[in-house]
């Protein structure tokens, strides 16, 4: 009896290991699920020239009250040529100027101020918003590094930047995946030096904190 009841408490042992592994497979996977899938960062380019960034994606606080980012702001005191990160298709613009009225554009575009949303071949969706101008319309086939506009600080913006949000799908929502950092944009953009990301909310980043940790160790292979 002794014997059987110790073997039976073997079988219970394996069974919970394998599953304790697979648990932490499942789990590893999760943690690895970053970005839009299919995207290829190193072929992306940053939207602004000498990018530094202001605010984080994620929790932030504005005055008092505690909000939730679904961008990255970068820095931008004077208009600056905003570019756009990847081939692709402009999806949808919105001129929020009065003199552009008679022009045609006569939608309220909100507090994003003037914007642009690009399409690209991979799926995914670019925003930029404030623009002060911008130079192409919708249905225009834009090249990675072409120029879009010049930044500004139309709509609700408390100061000349350019605010930059990657989407999955054409669900453009600022609600879409809150609390999650799966459309953090650092995942999408090329790798960012810590000199460069300054904004107050970033100390609190894990994209920011994963990526530099990331760099570090990449340097140090390159260096031994």
Known sequence: ?????????????????????????????????????????DTKVFPVENPVITSCYGKRTLGNHADWHDGIDFRARTPVNVLAVDDGEVYETCVNMKNYKEKGYNKVCGGYGTYIILKHNDGTFTRYNHFSQIFVKKGEKVKKRSLIGLSG???????????????????????????????????????????????????????????????????????F
């Open 153 to 223: 600080n139309t709509g609700v913006s408390q100061s000349p930047h350019l605010d930059f949000k990657v989407y999955c799908n054409n669900n453009f929502s600022s609600d879409i995946e809150k609390d999650s950092y799966r459309r953090d944009p650092l995942h999408y953009l090329p790798d960012i030096s810590k000199d460069s990301i300054v904004g107050e909310s970033c100390k609190d980043s894990p994209t920011v904190a994963a990526l530099q940790k990331q760099i570090v160790s990449s340097e140090e292979e390159t260096n």
């Open 1 to 41: 009896m002794k014997f059987i009841n110790f073997f039976i408490f073997l079988i219970l042992l394996v069974i919970f290991a394998i599953s304790g592994c697979q648990s932490f497979k499942n789990n590893a996977s999760v943690s690895k699920e970053v970005g839009c899938p299919g995207v290829n960062k």
